[in-house]
């Protein structure tokens, strides 16, 4: 196949790995597709609580199809056997297939490049091909990979001029029904939601999900306070944001993708500490004028370190509100 089949045939896989997330945990959601003459034979994402693994599902439905066909999995197969099943290498190896496509190497130590070169000392052809579909589905994974914490997504409703409440704290509800249903989708693919303590004090918020079907998928609450809070909640306190310390982050390794919510001084807090990697900015089409901010101060010296540093990646309305998706420009 050419180059862009590859590549198209990957970001299919990309899209299949995002039902596996956030349920995944601890593993990261991967997607895998088996195609051959151009049909799909088999398709799988990683389950439940990390198992069966993606590459299992998908020759699993593709049975005796699979000789012959390739493999195309976002990240690479995992090398490392365990007490819950055989390594996926060792699955490809027994399948018959002829070719695997990589859209991701795994940074995993126990395998991190062992998968491919076992399937290479086979004779199966196995391809890297970088990937930004399957990239993108396996941030919170190369986060934790690579920064030691979780892919972090920023999220701001506001008014037009930038405000969050009325003087007195009043906000209830800025954004109209789709953009707050929008939220909600994004609140499902998370593993963690935080608000700062203010907001949990003064809005006593239920952060979990509230569309028909994805009410399992509610994260886990967490706030950035030093106080105490509602059973089953986490509390980081907030000393350990607002200095830039790692710690906010120890204990929770099977956290990959938290979702900050504000107010906002959290959200000052994470944005000075260069936590954000991703922002979602919800605008209602109102003007509040005298209220308060979006974000607190965060230091910023000058407007010449302020350029460049985010991409925006997604805009479209919802509603009579307007959404920006940005991501950083690392």
């Known amino acids: 196949m050419s180059r862009a089949e590859d590549l198209s045939w990957l970001d299919a896989a990309a899209a299949v790995a995002a039902r596996g997330r956030p349920l995944s945990r601890p593993n990261p959601a991967v997607g895998a597709v088996i195609v051959r003459d151009g049909i799909v034979v088999g398709r799988g994402w990683t389950q439940s609580g990390g198992r069966p693994h993606a590459e299992a599902e998908a020759l699993a439905i593709a049975g005796a199809a699979a000789h012959g066909a390739t493999l195309y999995v976002t990240l690479e197969p995992c090398a490392h056997a365990s007490a819950r099943g055989p390594s996926c290498t060792s699955l490809v190896l027994d399948s018959g297939l002829a070719r695997v496509v990589i859209g991701v190497e795994d940074p995993d130590p126990r395998t991190a490049g062992r998968g491919i070169a076992a399937l ?34 920023l999220k701001l409703a506001t008014s037009l001029d930038g405000r969050i409440a009325l003087s007195d704290g009043s906000s209830k509800w800025i954004t109209g029904p789709e953009a707050r249903a929008h939220c909600h989708v994004e609140r499902s693919r998370a593993d963690a939601i935080l608000v700062g303590g203010g907001t949990l004090r003064a809005d006593q918020p239920g952060l979990d999900v509230r569309l028909p079907g994805l009410e399992h ?34 204990g929770l390794g099977q956290v990959q993708h938290m979702f900050v919510e504000g107010g906002a001084r959290t959200a000052a807090a994470f944005l000075k ?39 925006n990646v997604d805009r479209r309305t919802l509603g009579s509100d307007a959404l920006d998706v940005y991501e950083r420009a690392r």
């Open 217 to 250: 998928r509610s994260p886990q609450r967490m706030a950035l306070t030093s106080g105490k809070v509602p059973e089953g909640w986490v509390a980081i306190p907030e000393i350990e944001v607002f200095e830039g310390q790692g710690k906010v982050f120890e």
């Open 273 to 311: 500490a260069d936590l954000v990697d991703r922002l979602l900015i919800y605008r209602a089409p109102i003007i509040i004028g005298d209220g308060l901010p979006c974000i607190a101060d965060i230091g910023l010296e000058s407007l010449a370190h302020a350029h460049g540093r985010w991409q």
């Open 120 to 153: 290479r000392a086979a004779g199966i052809a196995a391809d890297v091909l970088p990937c930004p579909a399957a990239q993108a589905s396996l941030q919170g994974y190369l986060a934790r990979a690579r920064f030691g914490r979780p892919h972090i997504t």
